[in-house]
Protein backbone atom coordinates (compact mmCIF):
# COMPACT_ATOMS: atom_id res chain seq x y z
CA UNK A 1 0.00 0.00 0.00
CA UNK A 2 2.88 2.27 0.80
CA UNK A 3 4.49 1.94 -2.40
CA UNK A 4 1.05 2.38 -4.39
CA UNK A 5 0.48 5.82 -2.42
CA UNK A 6 3.89 6.86 -2.77
CA UNK A 7 3.89 6.87 -6.57
CA UNK A 8 0.56 8.30 -6.53
CA UNK A 9 2.38 10.97 -4.73
CA UNK A 10 5.30 11.98 -7.30
CA UNK A 11 2.91 12.60 -9.86
CA UNK A 12 0.60 14.93 -7.94
CA UNK A 13 3.24 16.43 -6.49
CA UNK A 14 4.25 17.35 -9.92
CA UNK A 15 1.01 19.07 -11.22
CA UNK A 16 -0.36 20.59 -7.84
CA UNK A 17 -0.76 24.22 -7.07
CA UNK A 18 0.44 26.05 -4.26
CA UNK A 19 -1.54 28.78 -2.28
CA UNK A 20 -0.75 30.81 0.59
CA UNK A 21 -2.11 30.06 4.05
CA UNK A 22 -0.89 28.90 7.89
CA UNK A 23 1.50 26.64 8.03
CA UNK A 24 0.59 23.60 11.12
CA UNK A 25 -2.96 23.31 9.68
CA UNK A 26 -4.45 19.51 9.91
CA UNK A 27 -2.64 17.50 7.07
CA UNK A 28 -0.23 20.88 6.25
CA UNK A 29 3.49 20.06 8.06
CA UNK A 30 5.10 22.16 5.43
CA UNK A 31 3.09 24.29 3.45
CA UNK A 32 1.29 27.61 3.94
CA UNK A 33 -1.66 26.58 1.36
CA UNK A 34 -5.33 26.69 2.35
CA UNK A 35 -5.36 22.96 1.57
CA UNK A 36 -2.72 20.60 1.86
CA UNK A 37 -0.92 19.99 -1.11
CA UNK A 38 1.26 16.75 -2.83
CA UNK A 39 4.59 17.91 -0.37
CA UNK A 40 2.42 17.87 2.68
CA UNK A 41 1.05 14.33 1.96
CA UNK A 42 4.52 12.91 0.74
CA UNK A 43 5.84 14.37 4.06
CA UNK A 44 2.98 12.37 6.10
CA UNK A 45 3.91 9.41 4.38
CA UNK A 46 7.67 9.86 4.94
CA UNK A 47 6.22 9.94 8.86
CA UNK A 48 4.03 7.12 9.03
CA UNK A 49 7.07 5.01 7.87
CA UNK A 50 9.51 6.55 9.74
CA UNK A 51 12.13 8.53 7.64
CA UNK A 52 10.60 12.05 8.94
CA UNK A 53 9.44 13.04 11.98
CA UNK A 54 6.20 15.23 12.28
CA UNK A 55 5.81 17.32 15.29
CA UNK A 56 2.80 17.90 16.95
CA UNK A 57 2.29 14.35 15.24
CA UNK A 58 -1.73 15.49 15.40
CA UNK A 59 -0.81 17.88 12.33
CA UNK A 60 0.23 14.30 10.61
CA UNK A 61 -2.84 11.98 11.69
CA UNK A 62 -5.43 13.38 9.45
CA UNK A 63 -7.94 10.58 9.83
CA UNK A 64 -7.81 11.36 14.12
CA UNK A 65 -6.52 7.26 14.52
CA UNK A 66 -4.05 8.50 17.04
CA UNK A 67 -1.21 6.69 14.51
CA UNK A 68 0.49 8.09 11.61
CA UNK A 69 -0.20 5.93 8.62
CA UNK A 70 -0.25 5.26 5.22
CA UNK A 71 -3.56 6.21 4.93
CA UNK A 72 -3.47 9.40 6.81
CA UNK A 73 -1.52 10.38 3.44
CA UNK A 74 -4.23 9.15 1.39
CA UNK A 75 -6.67 11.10 2.82
CA UNK A 76 -4.13 14.42 2.53
CA UNK A 77 -3.87 13.45 -0.87
CA UNK A 78 -7.60 13.17 -1.79
CA UNK A 79 -8.07 16.35 -0.27
CA UNK A 80 -5.25 18.07 -1.97
CA UNK A 81 -6.69 16.80 -5.33
CA UNK A 82 -9.79 18.50 -4.68
CA UNK A 83 -12.16 15.80 -3.16
CA UNK A 84 -14.57 17.12 -0.52
CA UNK A 85 -13.17 14.85 2.40
CA UNK A 86 -13.07 15.69 5.89
CA UNK A 87 -9.58 15.72 7.96
CA UNK A 88 -10.19 14.80 11.61
CA UNK A 89 -6.36 15.82 12.77
CA UNK A 90 -6.56 15.61 16.58
CA UNK A 91 -7.76 19.28 18.38
CA UNK A 92 -6.26 21.16 20.07
CA UNK A 93 -3.14 20.69 18.45
CA UNK A 94 0.11 22.55 19.28
CA UNK A 95 2.52 24.47 17.18
CA UNK A 96 4.45 22.75 14.66
CA UNK A 97 7.92 22.26 14.83
CA UNK A 98 8.27 19.63 11.68
CA UNK A 99 11.95 17.89 10.14
CA UNK A 100 12.14 19.20 6.83
CA UNK A 101 13.02 16.43 4.11
CA UNK A 102 15.81 16.13 2.57
CA UNK A 103 17.45 17.78 -0.74
CA UNK A 104 16.69 15.91 -3.60
CA UNK A 105 16.25 16.85 -7.41
CA UNK A 106 13.51 14.79 -7.75
CA UNK A 107 11.10 15.94 -5.01
CA UNK A 108 8.92 18.88 -5.79
CA UNK A 109 10.01 22.38 -4.24
CA UNK A 110 8.54 23.17 -0.85
CA UNK A 111 8.30 27.26 -1.48
CA UNK A 112 4.95 28.62 -1.69
CA UNK A 113 3.74 30.35 -4.14
CA UNK A 114 2.63 33.88 -3.33
CA UNK A 115 -0.99 34.54 -1.91
CA UNK A 116 -1.98 36.92 -5.17
CA UNK A 117 -2.01 33.21 -7.20
CA UNK A 118 -5.28 32.66 -9.14
CA UNK A 119 -4.26 28.72 -9.29
CA UNK A 120 -4.65 25.88 -6.48
CA UNK A 121 -4.73 22.03 -6.66
CA UNK A 122 -8.42 22.07 -6.57
CA UNK A 123 -8.56 23.89 -10.05
CA UNK A 124 -5.20 23.22 -11.49
CA UNK A 125 -4.28 19.65 -10.78
CA UNK A 126 -5.76 16.55 -13.45
CA UNK A 127 -4.64 13.92 -11.18
CA UNK A 128 -6.89 11.57 -10.17
CA UNK A 129 -7.11 10.05 -6.57
CA UNK A 130 -5.64 6.77 -6.58
CA UNK A 131 -7.81 3.73 -6.02
CA UNK A 132 -6.08 2.18 -3.72
CA UNK A 133 -8.50 0.97 -1.13
CA UNK A 134 -8.00 2.94 2.49
CA UNK A 135 -7.08 -0.14 4.85
CA UNK A 136 -6.04 -3.78 4.47
CA UNK A 137 -6.21 -4.92 0.70
CA UNK A 138 -6.64 -8.66 0.67
CA UNK A 139 -4.06 -10.40 -1.57
CA UNK A 140 -1.22 -8.25 -1.92
CA UNK A 141 0.94 -10.63 0.23
CA UNK A 142 0.87 -8.27 3.36
CA UNK A 143 -0.64 -8.90 6.52
CA UNK A 144 -2.47 -5.78 7.85
CA UNK A 145 -5.52 -4.72 10.07
CA UNK A 146 -8.22 -7.06 10.01
CA UNK A 147 -6.03 -10.27 8.07
CA UNK A 148 -4.76 -12.98 9.49
CA UNK A 149 -3.37 -14.14 6.06
CA UNK A 150 -2.76 -12.67 2.90
CA UNK A 151 -1.73 -15.23 -0.50
CA UNK A 152 -0.85 -17.88 2.69
CA UNK A 153 -3.44 -18.24 4.07
CA UNK A 154 -3.77 -22.44 5.76
CA UNK A 155 -5.92 -25.06 4.22
CA UNK A 156 -7.93 -26.05 7.64
CA UNK A 157 -8.24 -30.13 8.90
CA UNK A 158 -11.35 -31.26 9.55
CA UNK A 159 -13.18 -30.23 12.93
CA UNK A 160 -13.45 -31.53 15.98
CA UNK A 161 -16.68 -30.91 18.34
CA UNK A 162 -17.18 -27.91 19.33
CA UNK A 163 -14.36 -26.04 17.17
CA UNK A 164 -15.21 -24.04 13.66
CA UNK A 165 -13.28 -22.87 11.09
CA UNK A 166 -13.84 -18.62 11.08
CA UNK A 167 -13.41 -16.49 8.16
CA UNK A 168 -12.11 -17.12 4.79
CA UNK A 169 -9.25 -17.27 2.75
CA UNK A 170 -11.05 -15.08 -0.42
CA UNK A 171 -11.11 -12.59 2.69
CA UNK A 172 -7.58 -12.70 4.03
CA UNK A 173 -9.30 -13.63 7.40
CA UNK A 174 -9.36 -17.38 8.03
CA UNK A 175 -8.73 -18.76 11.50
CA UNK A 176 -8.57 -22.97 12.07
CA UNK A 177 -9.96 -24.18 14.62
CA UNK A 178 -11.58 -21.93 16.84
CA UNK A 179 -13.42 -22.76 20.06
CA UNK A 180 -16.96 -22.53 20.11
CA UNK A 181 -18.10 -20.47 23.42
CA UNK A 182 -21.66 -19.03 22.84
CA UNK A 183 -24.81 -21.32 22.97
CA UNK A 184 -26.89 -21.73 19.17
CA UNK A 185 -30.03 -22.82 18.19
CA UNK A 186 -28.88 -24.02 15.33
CA UNK A 187 -27.04 -27.37 15.83
CA UNK A 188 -23.63 -27.80 15.44
CA UNK A 189 -23.09 -30.63 17.43
CA UNK A 190 -21.56 -28.91 20.39
CA UNK A 191 -23.21 -27.92 23.55
CA UNK A 192 -20.84 -25.64 25.23
CA UNK A 193 -19.97 -24.95 28.63
CA UNK A 194 -20.29 -21.06 28.35
CA UNK A 195 -21.49 -17.88 29.88
CA UNK A 196 -20.43 -19.19 33.49
CA UNK A 197 -22.67 -21.77 33.37
CA UNK A 198 -23.26 -23.72 30.49
CA UNK A 199 -25.98 -23.53 27.72
CA UNK A 200 -28.94 -25.94 28.06
CA UNK A 201 -31.75 -27.45 26.22
CA UNK A 202 -33.74 -24.14 26.07
CA UNK A 203 -30.98 -21.74 24.44
CA UNK A 204 -28.89 -24.58 22.44
CA UNK A 205 -30.51 -27.09 20.07
CA UNK A 206 -27.74 -29.52 21.00
CA UNK A 207 -27.91 -29.92 24.17
CA UNK A 208 -29.67 -32.73 26.18
CA UNK A 209 -30.82 -31.00 29.54
CA UNK A 210 -30.64 -28.43 31.37
CA UNK A 211 -28.11 -27.67 32.36
CA UNK A 212 -23.77 -29.31 33.17
CA UNK A 213 -23.59 -31.18 36.14
CA UNK A 214 -20.52 -32.73 37.27
CA UNK A 215 -19.54 -35.98 39.39
CA UNK A 216 -16.61 -37.66 40.79
CA UNK A 217 -16.50 -41.62 40.02
CA UNK A 218 -17.00 -44.10 42.75
CA UNK A 219 -13.21 -45.76 42.23
CA UNK A 220 -10.37 -44.55 42.49
CA UNK A 221 -8.06 -44.86 39.98
CA UNK A 222 -4.27 -46.72 39.63
CA UNK A 223 -2.06 -47.19 37.13
CA UNK A 224 1.70 -48.03 36.25
CA UNK A 225 4.12 -48.12 33.36
CA UNK A 226 3.00 -51.38 31.84
CA UNK A 227 -0.78 -51.00 32.85
CA UNK A 228 -3.47 -48.47 32.41
CA UNK A 229 -6.84 -47.82 34.22
CA UNK A 230 -9.80 -49.06 32.22
CA UNK A 231 -13.66 -47.65 33.68
CA UNK A 232 -16.36 -48.95 32.66
CA UNK A 233 -19.19 -45.84 32.56
CA UNK A 234 -23.17 -46.58 32.24
CA UNK A 235 -25.87 -44.10 32.52
CA UNK A 236 -24.57 -43.20 29.16
CA UNK A 237 -27.83 -41.19 27.22
CA UNK A 238 -26.98 -41.23 23.24
CA UNK A 239 -27.15 -37.52 22.16
CA UNK A 240 -25.54 -36.34 25.85
CA UNK A 241 -22.63 -34.51 26.62
CA UNK A 242 -19.56 -35.39 28.11
CA UNK A 243 -16.04 -34.86 29.28
CA UNK A 244 -13.88 -37.25 31.37
CA UNK A 245 -11.30 -35.39 33.61
CA UNK A 246 -8.81 -36.13 36.18
CA UNK A 247 -8.65 -31.75 36.52
CA UNK A 248 -10.20 -31.06 40.12
CA UNK A 249 -12.47 -28.35 41.70
CA UNK A 250 -9.87 -27.70 44.21
CA UNK A 251 -6.08 -28.00 44.01
CA UNK A 252 -5.76 -30.19 47.01
CA UNK A 253 -7.71 -33.30 45.05
CA UNK A 254 -5.00 -34.13 41.75
CA UNK A 255 -3.66 -36.69 41.00
CA UNK A 256 -0.26 -39.12 41.66
CA UNK A 257 1.42 -38.74 38.71
CA UNK A 258 0.77 -37.59 34.91
CA UNK A 259 -2.22 -39.17 33.97
CA UNK A 260 -3.14 -39.53 30.21
CA UNK A 261 -6.83 -40.29 28.55
CA UNK A 262 -5.55 -42.42 25.77
CA UNK A 263 -8.77 -43.48 24.46
CA UNK A 264 -12.93 -43.30 25.19
CA UNK A 265 -14.95 -46.34 23.35
CA UNK A 266 -18.70 -46.90 23.27
CA UNK A 267 -20.27 -50.11 23.77
CA UNK A 268 -20.67 -50.50 19.89
CA UNK A 269 -16.63 -50.57 18.89
CA UNK A 270 -16.52 -47.03 18.05
CA UNK A 271 -13.47 -44.87 19.58
CA UNK A 272 -14.37 -41.03 19.46
CA UNK A 273 -11.04 -38.77 18.72
CA UNK A 274 -10.78 -37.26 22.51
CA UNK A 275 -7.62 -38.80 23.19
CA UNK A 276 -5.96 -36.08 25.73
CA UNK A 277 -2.68 -35.71 27.89
CA UNK A 278 -2.34 -32.43 28.90
CA UNK A 279 -5.61 -30.01 29.54
CA UNK A 280 -3.99 -26.59 28.54
CA UNK A 281 -6.34 -25.13 26.36
CA UNK A 282 -7.32 -22.16 28.02
CA UNK A 283 -11.24 -23.25 26.26
CA UNK A 284 -11.23 -26.66 27.80
CA UNK A 285 -14.78 -27.25 29.93
CA UNK A 286 -12.64 -27.85 33.39
CA UNK A 287 -10.40 -24.39 32.86
CA UNK A 288 -13.91 -22.56 31.82
CA UNK A 289 -15.37 -24.04 34.98
CA UNK A 290 -12.53 -22.97 37.22
CA UNK A 291 -11.08 -26.55 38.05
CA UNK A 292 -7.22 -26.76 38.84
CA UNK A 293 -5.90 -28.95 35.66
CA UNK A 294 -2.14 -29.43 37.63
CA UNK A 295 -0.97 -31.32 40.26
CA UNK A 296 1.06 -31.80 43.35
CA UNK A 297 3.70 -34.12 41.14
CA UNK A 298 4.23 -30.99 38.77
CA UNK A 299 2.35 -32.58 36.19
CA UNK A 300 -0.72 -31.29 34.14
CA UNK A 301 -3.93 -33.12 34.34
CA UNK A 302 -5.70 -34.55 31.06
CA UNK A 303 -9.13 -33.76 29.67
CA UNK A 304 -10.99 -35.88 27.25
CA UNK A 305 -11.98 -34.13 24.82
CA UNK A 306 -10.38 -31.04 25.27
CA UNK A 307 -12.86 -28.37 24.16
CA UNK A 308 -16.16 -26.37 25.51
CA UNK A 309 -18.25 -29.15 24.92
CA UNK A 310 -16.67 -32.36 25.14
CA UNK A 311 -18.01 -34.54 23.05
CA UNK A 312 -21.77 -36.44 22.13
CA UNK A 313 -22.59 -39.64 22.51
CA UNK A 314 -23.74 -41.70 19.31
CA UNK A 315 -27.11 -43.42 18.74
CA UNK A 316 -27.58 -46.24 20.99
CA UNK A 317 -24.52 -45.64 23.08
CA UNK A 318 -25.64 -46.58 26.66
CA UNK A 319 -21.87 -47.46 27.62
CA UNK A 320 -18.10 -45.89 27.12
CA UNK A 321 -14.95 -47.32 28.49
CA UNK A 322 -12.27 -44.26 29.40
CA UNK A 323 -8.79 -46.22 29.24
CA UNK A 324 -6.07 -43.40 31.48
CA UNK A 325 -2.34 -44.31 31.08
CA UNK A 326 0.86 -42.81 32.60
CA UNK A 327 1.85 -40.33 30.55
CA UNK A 328 5.63 -40.69 32.07
CA UNK A 329 6.17 -44.13 32.12
CA UNK A 330 5.94 -44.14 36.10
CA UNK A 331 2.46 -45.15 38.32
CA UNK A 332 0.28 -42.81 39.50
CA UNK A 333 -3.78 -43.09 41.11
CA UNK A 334 -6.34 -40.72 41.48
CA UNK A 335 -9.74 -39.47 40.85
CA UNK A 336 -11.66 -40.02 37.51
CA UNK A 337 -14.36 -36.84 36.80
CA UNK A 338 -17.31 -36.97 34.82
CA UNK A 339 -18.67 -33.87 33.35
CA UNK A 340 -22.03 -34.67 31.83
CA UNK A 341 -25.14 -32.64 30.01
CA UNK A 342 -27.56 -35.44 29.34
CA UNK A 343 -30.50 -36.76 31.29
CA UNK A 344 -28.90 -39.66 32.54
CA UNK A 345 -26.73 -39.92 35.48
CA UNK A 346 -22.99 -41.97 34.84
CA UNK A 347 -22.87 -44.92 36.96
CA UNK A 348 -20.99 -48.24 37.44
CA UNK A 349 -23.45 -50.07 36.14
Not at 130 to 135: D, F, N
Not at 190 to 204: R, W
Not at 218 to 224: D, E, I
Request: charged share 10%.
Amino acid sequence: MVARVLSALVMAAAAAAHAYAAQGDCAQPLSNGSSPTASDCLFVLRAAVGSQSCSPSCVCDTNGSATITASDSLLCLKVAVGQPLPLQCPTPCGATTTTAPPTSTTEPPTTTAPATSTTSPATTSTTAAPTTTVGASCGNGIIEDGETCDSDCPVCPAQTACFEDVGAAGTCDLQCHVPVLECRAAGDQCCPYAGGSGCSNANDADCAATQWKSMQWFQPMAWTADQCANVQVYGISAGGSYVFTTCHPDSSSGTNGDPAIVSVVDNHGTSYPVANDDCTLAQALPLLAGWSCSNASGAVETCAAQSSGGFRAGTGVFALTVTVCSANGQSGSGALYIWYQSTLTPNAG
